[in-house]
DNA sequence: CTGAGTGCAAAACATTTGCAATGTT
DNA sequence: AACATTGCAAATGTTTTGCACTCAG
């Protein structure tokens, strides 16, 4: 169990709420995701095996998915081969993808406000932008 | 307007400036492309070998690649294991993808334009929409 | 003729799944 | 004790790659 107890308590207690069970290989995948958003599978995989013992991929592949089934996590398509994931608790944001350096910056979604408005008023489309990647050249690779 | 024979000059002549070769498989592939935009490998794949002598899929992921390297066919991420490809000239446009019937439809890139202003102000990062896809959910599957 | 492009088959990846063993409740 | 989860290994699906052959230029 975990032992410090005042950290997030909605972990646990969102799990059992959804009659899941809560198990270490959850505990330390969250942990992973919470200490590095946007990171893919691969890298999860990687530093969930190095804080404690060996974890298979196919764990952590289903310690994600039921961890988004309650909602505490959230994935983003950021490009090609590469599904991100984040605390669903993480600020809405967007994500700015860097076309040239890769970097992934954060910008609050309101910046997106006139957008979503228009899409609902043009189109009836309910847009969740959290989800959206946007690609582009950031400042410092255009300098 | 090119003024010559065929409907679409600019592909030949887009490779050749580009020093690289007129092939059937790539004048297929961007038919098929034409034909079917926001379609993946596998429906590209499939449709070409419907429209002729068979193409391993090899030789289809090659043609895609050497298409987009000269910038006649574009591609986009509209969820998971999914890039969809269109021509580059297809007009410049926003994708929005329903999370509930998998519809893919299209909205002017210019519903945008606040976003794409504001993100240039805030963070000096230059966004390309087209490439953008907006997860949601459309207002037939709302209703 | 010459080398870019192709076809084929195998390799490289990323993700999923079946099933017996394990650990949470 | 009951059964959701895990570990392992094998299956799946997609995209890439090596190499000999072919065809566009």
């Given at each position: 169990m975990s032992g410090s107890t005042g950290e997030r308590p909605e972990l646990a207690s969102t799990l059992r709420a959804a009659g899941m069970r809560v198990t270490g290989t959850r505990e330390r995948v969250y942990a992973v995701v919470t200490e590095m958003p946007h990171s893919?599978?691969?890298a999860i995989i990687e530093r969930v095996n190095e804080s404690g013992p060996p974890v298979p991929p196919s764990s952590v592949y289903r310690?994600?998915?039921?961890?988004?089934?309650?909602?505490?996590?959230?994935?983003?398509?950021?490009?090609?081969?590469?599904?991100?994931?984040?605390?669903?608790?993480?600020?809405?944001?967007?994500?700015?993808?860097?076309?040239?350096?890769?970097?992934?910056?954060?910008?609050?979604?309101?910046?997106?406000?006139?957008?979503?408005?228009?899409?609902?008023?043009?189109?009836?489309?309910?847009?969740?932008?959290?989800?959206?990647?946007?690609?582009?050249?950031?400042?410092?690779?255009?300098?």
């Amino acid at each position: 169990m975990s032992g410090s107890t005042g950290e997030r308590p909605e972990l646990a207690s969102t799990l059992r709420a959804a009659g899941m069970r809560v198990t270490g290989t959850r505990e330390r995948v969250y942990a992973v995701v919470t200490e590095m958003p946007h990171s893919t599978p691969d890298a999860i995989i990687e530093r969930v095996n190095e804080s404690g013992p060996p974890v298979p991929p196919s764990s952590v592949y289903r310690a994600l998915e039921a961890l988004e089934e309650v909602g505490v996590v959230a994935h983003t398509h950021l490009d090609h081969r590469a599904p991100t994931y984040h605390r669903a608790d993480h600020a809405r944001h967007l994500h700015l993808v860097c076309r040239s350096c890769g970097a992934v910056a954060e910008s609050p979604a309101e910046l997106a406000g006139g957008l979503v408005a228009a899409l609902e008023r043009e189109h009836g489309f309910a847009a969740d932008v959290t989800h959206m990647a946007i690609q582009g050249e950031c400042s410092t690779c255009r300098s």
